[in-house]
């Protein structure tokens, strides 16, 4: 796997991470890349809706949390998005939304509250899937 470092002080896009082609296939999202790139905007995103520290605190384990992700699934109402779910202290969510002109790209990341619970209820409700469903 290629080593991704992300810097969270970037002025510019950065490759952040390199996602599953199966999950990418299987929500039909046409991009001629798997590669997911975060632009500049996004960090300030973060900062506005109070994801910074949780960013902060999970930054170097986003390119492995894209790679391997525990759930993989896609919110109903954005159609052209991937949600990707890692379990590591807390849930982490990290949504990625497909441009037509620049391909895939971070959107947001955060802490879901009542993780454990929204992830059941997401599996039952066939929202996500495990990621093992996918390959």
Known sequence: ???????????????????????????????????????????????????????????????????????????????GTIELYKVMSEHILIAIKMNPNSGLFLGSFYKLDNGAQKIQKRLRTGRIHPFSFFV
């Open 1 to 79: 796997m290629t080593n991704i470092v992300i810097n969270p002080y970037a002025i510019s896009t950065q490759l952040v991470g390199i996602i599953p082609e199966a999950v990418v296939k299987y929500y039909c999202i046409n991009c001629s890349s798997y590669e997911v790139f975060m632009p500049p905007g996004v960090l300030k995103h973060l900062k506005k809706h109070d994801h910074w520290d949780d960013f902060l605190q999970y930054h170097t384990d986003i390119p492995n949390m894209i790679a391997v992700p525990d759930y993989a699934g896609q919110n109903p109402k954005e159609p």
